[in-house]
């Protein structure tokens, strides 16, 4: 598989596939490259009772509304994999499963697409490579030589897995309150949460609808250069989904202080005290999953590529999409990927032109 082409999209999760809507409407020449076999991105590798934070009517990719899930006011990550899949088809996407792209360099005026199935020669590639893929956990001490198991919310499937275990969630966002609530359903699993600064949850009747306001809104007022209005981070950091909500109200989500270190058999806090556990669940976020663009020399703080909207400022030829609030507001959910998506094919047509 190799060819000349106007445009390449790396990576075939939702903000792939909105990258191929706009272009397919723009009548561009492209490919999808994505790592996974099968669609779907991120969602199919997340823990089984996942819900989404939004309706489905506010999780919808441009030109489809994600349908209802029946009985669920807040769809499940299997409802999100099957919309994603009928979304391909019913856009007739040109997505290529499994190719791993190793690699982009220059290549005169175009950029070359290096894969394990061959390489593109394209115009302009945009990069929507999502964060899943690059979990990141803090440096604590005593890492190296507690005994138990550590692994990150990539790796949490079901509590049923830690059945008669001492498990510490580390933590202070969605994931972590999110996991917390799962496990402390679920009998037989002796549970401590331990964040950073006391959690902060959002009020009750907030979900993503109003944070995706509160992102537009952040987003108009610095455009028309007003005060920024603090956007998402203002209202809290955590979602009371149904279940958290629920685990909240039954005392179950009481956390502590984060712990200094790890020790052999557990943790240890600052004044001394400890917990014995036998496994580490960090649910300390993600990183942008950019290796693949190493090569063109971008890399700048935080392990982003500066930007100007979704377009990398050093390779006008390269647009970045989803990964966080950097490439567009909410542009790292379902709802908010459409429009910086549009965006960048806007630009990615004007510069082919
Ligand atoms: P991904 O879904 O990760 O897709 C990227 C694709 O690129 C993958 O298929 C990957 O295999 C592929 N890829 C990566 N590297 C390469 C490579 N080198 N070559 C080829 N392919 C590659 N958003 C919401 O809107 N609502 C929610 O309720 C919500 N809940 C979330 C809950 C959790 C726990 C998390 C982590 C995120 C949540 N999000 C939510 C945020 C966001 O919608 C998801 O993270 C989503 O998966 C991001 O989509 P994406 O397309 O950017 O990345």
Redesign the pocket.
Known sequence: MTGAIDVVV????????AAGYHLRRNKLDFVV????SAP????QH?WDS?????PAAY?SLPGRIMPVQPGQEYPDAGHVVRYLTDYEHRYDLPLHRP????TVVRDGDRLRVD?DAGHWSARAVVS??????RPFVPAVPGQGIFAGRQLH?TGYRRPSEFTGQRVVVVGGG??AA?ITADLAGHDGIDLTWATQRPPRFLADDID?RALFDAATARRRALDEGRTDTGGVASLGDIVAVPPVRAARDAGLLKARPMFESLTAHGVRWSDGTTARADTVIWCTG?RP?L??LAALGLRGTHGHIATDGTRALGEPRLHL???GDWTGPAS??????GRPARDAVRQITDLLA
């Not at 790396?10 to 596939?17: H, P, T």
């Not at 790292?332 to 990927?337: E, P």
């Open positions: 790396i990576g075939g999760g939702q903000a792939g596939l490259l994505d790592a996974q779907g991105g991120a969602w997340t996942l819900h989404l934070f939004s999780s190719v791993r792209v190793h894969t929507a490579t999502g964060t899943w893929w919310t969605n994931s999110q993503g993600f999953a290796s693949h999409l989803g990964y790292a959910t379902l709802i908010g990927v």
